[in-house]
């Protein structure tokens, strides 16, 4: 008898096989295994998905920055709070890392990014950023490459990572930091259950 469990992303599946199962491998080692068992590799084609670790772009050549601002949050208290959530996405890998920020200042934009690249042990050789007047005093259009803010041009250079902005107005040059966004929504499902900003960042983790 065919199973009704149905798994449309290889993503849903290993995040499954994690919570139920006690997976313990990388993403990166369970995509091998998929792609190299033509069973398995025909069940994700056939469901017409392609939400999967991709290897299009090189390891190590590409990360992508993006805020997720404006989330208006309640705890328990009854305190409400606007929360920002840092994201950068390595493009190769899909590895994620997010920070809570209480404004999407440049100063804020520096410590997040440092901090990511501590985090993820390295630093891309590019990385794809919108047109945010706080990193392009001019944005890139399809005419003119745009103007960087010399203050994060120079901690580009100090780090070693090109800058490459999007061309204005076109959110799928960085989607692989837009879409995951929509993730990040459900921090709102615990409204008035957390009690301050430390347990807002486990949760936040934990997502």
Known sequence: ?????????????????????????????????ILNHEEFNRYFKSKGTSNAVKSETPFGKQAQFDWKEKINF???TGEKVVINVGSLVLSASRFKVWTIYPSVSLDCVLDFLSNAFETIGGVPEELVIDNATTMMLKARTENHEGT??????????????????????????????????RIIDEIITYNGTLENLEQLHEKLEHI
């Open 1 to 33: 008898k065919e199973s009704i469990q149905k798994f449309y992303y290889k993503d849903h599946l290993y995040r499954y096989l994690q919570r139920e199962h006690g997976l313990k491998c990388s993403r990166g080692n369970f995509n091998h295994y």
């Open 74 to 76: 309640t705890f328990s």
């Open 148 to 181: 960087t803010n010399p203050k994060f041009q120079q901690f580009a250079d100090d780090y070693g990572f090109k800058v490459a902005p999007c061309i204005a107005a076109r959110p799928n040059t960085k989607a692989k930091v837009e879409n995951p966004m």
